[in-house]
């Protein structure tokens, strides 16, 4: 046990026959319910999962390097891009999210653990199953049905393989997992603050992981319902989804994209939690209507998963349906506008100190509002019919994904580092890795926006050489490199810095929410003592009682006790000032 | 327009956000001010967006409404009728020309097109110009997905669920099309192409495309003929044709 700087000497000696054995590490972590191992574990399993599928979307953008390619075979193809979307979306992009929540939320709030630690450890394990299951899957069958596995091609009269089993479980799994922890998430917000952190004063990244845990709560059993009937179709002759017993494939289309927009949502959310928290930290000043963002974060779960049948526009459905659904993703435009606005805001009059997480960080919002606002292209019915399933589509949810998982999700990593490890990430890495994500990203999807409009459909293992679409393909391909470069860029850092970053205490970025308090790592028990808060600031409210009780006579006492009394104290703090003094 | 839209917002956003980050870098020395917005600038900033999103969703609506209106054929085009039902929203024009139906199956993967008269053909449709085309989708096995760009919006073919699409080539001429749902392993290959041509010549293609089934399907039926005479009477070639 770490003893925190205190002197042990006076302490009386332990004795035991039968002290607990030493263990290795990894079994500590492997056997943890602590909500920061859980955490470690969903975040390593995710990057894992990323490096995985990003080698996956280079043999993919390889084939489609040039025109009528036969480097790789159809069904390989097919199984490639059915394995990568579901490591990216399912096993990338949401469990970094959940794992950062899981890690941070109890720090954030106060809070000594998660409300359900074992739940928290099963659902961490639910989804490295499900994760493995998919890849070992790669020994005999992998599956080859898409992105979504829409019957009837999923069906057994299409695909009589285990691949689309393999498929069933690890996505199953994955959800069955994120919902568990999402209950958590939300028990655990609502139940365990610190005194005096009401909903007002909650910090907005964990804001965002109730929100995102509230989506993924309705997402996540929709896809299990689904997962379920077909399954049941697959092999106990159900007729769910079989148009010729009044079933219909349209069915599984509704359920499977509420689940995949509520994934969609999580590449957003959880960024814009976190950017909410980086801007402030690096600009020196608070959010402009912490209300104004807190209400964007609600409504834009609440409307995106209205509009989930924006991916249906195409399907023979009741106008009636599509004119709600363009409404709902029409109406995104108000809480992200509001959303951005206060981003902008918050950078306005600042302080900026440009560092590595607030590089990400605004990279992340440049590269979102490039996504989001093809979205919105595409949430015009007609506009829809025209661009649905070419690679414009593509290159829209890749922007958002690149700004929002791997930009939004890598700000987070940079700023949270310090925290879970002790030691900071790279500089001059970071830097690099930055601008390569961001020129990657752009080289990448631009030629896609323009190869769509000439008619590429997506998700295919071959084009033909009509328009321009071999050199914007190429481009294409060269751009992934880079993107390809930049986000091993930083996994390599994150991996360098765990044993070789710069020491940074517990608060190198002088954040303002309860998580800069604790130690970095955190002890088991999160804090010694945790402080009433009075403020959406509350390490603010501590900095200034230390300094006001360094300039007064009494400076006799250690910052530390300072620090455990300045709670108490918080309140009788004023008016602060608006300057911080400068470390 | 909606494009011009949104390249103004995205200027808009990043030119901003550039600038703002140039602007206000802490080693220029200057303090942060903390600035507290009022909900009403909030809602002001809402309303406007708010209205932005109506103005496209009533500009969405009336440009659905008017795509899913088939438009009569012009004078140059076919003025034969049919007489099947109309697929779900697509609203047929009233008055005595109707457009010509063509029924589009998708099928692993091939696309085949059946023209009023039975006629058939695979991968190639041919239509006459300057006429209205409603295209029903179906298909027999999968979902497919029908698009041929620059003529009009593409739609799911579904297997035993109506659905359907029309549009009006203005000029003689090829558009080259294809599936644009993930339909297994040679989805890339299941392409298509519609060939507009003038009335007389679509009306001449008609004719020979009926009289090569014709000649086919009674060179194909000889060839059975011959296999069942040669079969041996046991019945141990009994593998259909």
């Known amino acids: 046990m770490s003893t925190n700087g205190i002197s042990t000497s006076q302490r009386p000696e332990l004795v035991s026959d039968s002290l607990p054995q030493e263990r290795p590490g990894w079994i500590e972590m492997a056997t943890s319910s602590d909500h920061k191992d859980v955490g470690r574990l969903y975040v390593g399993a995710a990057l894992s999962f990323l490096a995985l599928g990003l ?23 097919n199984r490639l891009l059915s ?12 469990p970094l999210a959940i794992g950062l929540f899981t890690y941070i939320v109890p720090l954030q709030i106060g809070a000594r653990s998660l409300a359900f630690p074992k739940l928290a450890q099963l659902s961490a394990w639910l989804y490295i199953l499900g994760g493995a299951t998919l890849y070992v899957s790669f020994v005999y069958t992998p599956p080859e ?59 907005m990244f964990s804001f965002s992981a109730s929100v995102s845990s509230w989506v993924m ?58 950017i909410s928290e980086i801007l402030p930290t690096f600009s020196r000043k608070p959010l402009p209507s912490r209300g104004a963002v807190a209400a964007s974060l609600v409504a834009i779960a609440a409307l995106g998963m209205l509009a989930w049948m924006q991916n249906m526009f195409t399907a023979s ?3 009636g349906f599509l004119y709600m659904a363009m409404a709902a993703a029409l109406l995104l435009i108000v809480p992200l506008g509001i959303l951005f606005a206060n981003w902008l805001g918050t950078l306005a009059f600042g302080s900026i100190e440009m560092r590595a997480p607030m590089l990400f960080a605004l990279g992340a919002i440049s590269t979102l509002s490039v996504g989001l606002l093809a979205e919105l292209l595409h949430a015009v019915v007609p506009v829809n019919w025209l661009l ?101 860029l930083t996994l390599v850092n994150l991996y360098a810095s765990t ?40 390490m603010r409210d501590i900095r200034d009682a230390i300094r006001d009780r360094r300039a007064s006579p009494r400076a006799a006492e250690t910052p530390d006790r300072a620090v455990r009394r300045s709670s108490a104290e918080a309140d009788t703090v004023d008016e602060p000032e608006s300057g911080e003094p400068v470390a | 327009m909606l494009l011009a839209l949104t390249g103004l917002l995205f200027l808009l956003i990043n030119g901003a956000l550039i600038a703002l980050a140039m602007r206000f870098r802490a080693r220029r020395g200057t303090d942060p001010r903390r600035i507290h917005t009022r909900p009403r600038a909030t809602f002001l900033l809402g309303g406007m967006l708010a209205t932005l999103a109506v103005i496209i969703f009533i500009a969405g609506v009336v440009v659905t409404e008017n795509a899913s209106d088939v438009e009569a054929s012009g004078s140059e085009g076919l003025q034969a009728a049919s007489s099947r039902t109309a697929q779900r929203d697509i609203a047929l024009p009233s008055g005595d020309v109707e457009p010509l139906q063509i029924q589009a199956t998708g099928q692993q993967w091939l696309w085949r097109y059946e023209y009023p008269d039975g006629t058939f053909s ?95 399907q009674e060179f194909v039926q000889a060839e059975v003929e011959a296999d069942a005479a040669n079969a041996t009477p046991e019945g141990s070639n009994e593998e259909s044709p």
């Open chain 1, 145 to 203: 049905a898409g992105f979504n596995a829409l019957p009837p091609l999923s069906d057994t009269a299409f695909l009589d393989n285990n691949g689309v089993d393999v498929w069933i479980t690890a996505v199953g799994l994955s959800a069955l997992a994120f919902t568990l922890q999402a209950v958590n998430l939300i028990v655990t917000i609502s139940k365990m603050r610190a005194p005096g952190l009401a909903w007002r004063r909650l910090p």
């Open chain 2, 122 to 216: 695979y991968y190639e449709l041919v239509v006459p110009v300057d006429t209205a085309i409603v295209v029903n989708l179906g298909s027999t096995d999968v979902v497919h997905r029908w698009w041929v760009p620059g003529l009009g919006g593409k739609f799911d073919a579904v297997p035993d669920q109506s659905n359907g699409t029309w549009f009006k080539a203005d000029e003689t001429g090829e558009f080259d099309g294809a599936t644009y749902q993930f339909a297994g392993a040679s989805g890339a290959a299941m392409r298509t192409k519609v060939v507009a041509l003038s009335v007389e010549d679509y009306e001449a293609w008609l004719e020979q495309q009926a009289t090569d089934i014709q000649e086919a």
């Open chain 1, 317 to 319: 459905i009741p106008v």
């Open chain 1, 388 to 488: 649905a399933d070419t690679t414009d589509a593509t290159a829209a949810s890749g922007y958002v994904f690149v700004g929002g998982a791997v930009l939004g999700g890598f700000a987070a990593l940079y700023h949270w580092f310090p925290k879970i490890t002790g030691r900071t990430m790279g500089e001059s890495l970071g830097r690099a890795s930055f601008a390569l994500i961001l020129l990657g990203a752009h080289v990448t999807f631009l030629p896609m926006f323009l190869a769509g409009l000439e008619g590429q459909p997506v998700d295919v293992y071959k084009y033909f050489d009509t328009g321009n679409l071999g050199v914007l393909n190429l481009i294409s391909s060269l751009g992934s490199l880079v993107l390809a470069a930049g986000i091993i």
């Open chain 1, 499 to 538: 044993t070789s970053g710069a020491r940074a205490g517990h608060d190198p970025w002088r954040g303002e929410s309860l998580e800069w308090l604790a130690l970095s790592p955190p002890p088991p028990h999160n804090f010694d003592v945790v402080p009433d808060v009075r403020s959406a600031e509350p």
């Open chain 1, 83 to 94: 394995v990568m979307s579901a490591s990216l979306v399912v096993l990338f992009a949401v």
């Open chain 1, 55 to 77: 080698l996956q979307f280079l043999l993919i953008r390889l084939q489609l390097a040039v025109p009528e390619n036969t480097m790789i075979e159809p069904v390989t193809f």
């Open chain 1, 217 to 274: 709560v309705v997402a996540g059993p929709a896809m299990l319902a689904a997962l379920t009937m077909l399954f049941i179709d697959r092999h106990f002759n159900g007729v769910f989804f079989d148009p010729q017993e009044s079933g219909a494939p349209t069915y599984y289309q509704h359920l499977s994209w509420l689940f995949f927009t509520g994934c969609y949502l999580l590449f957003i959310i959880p960024a814009a939690g976190a």
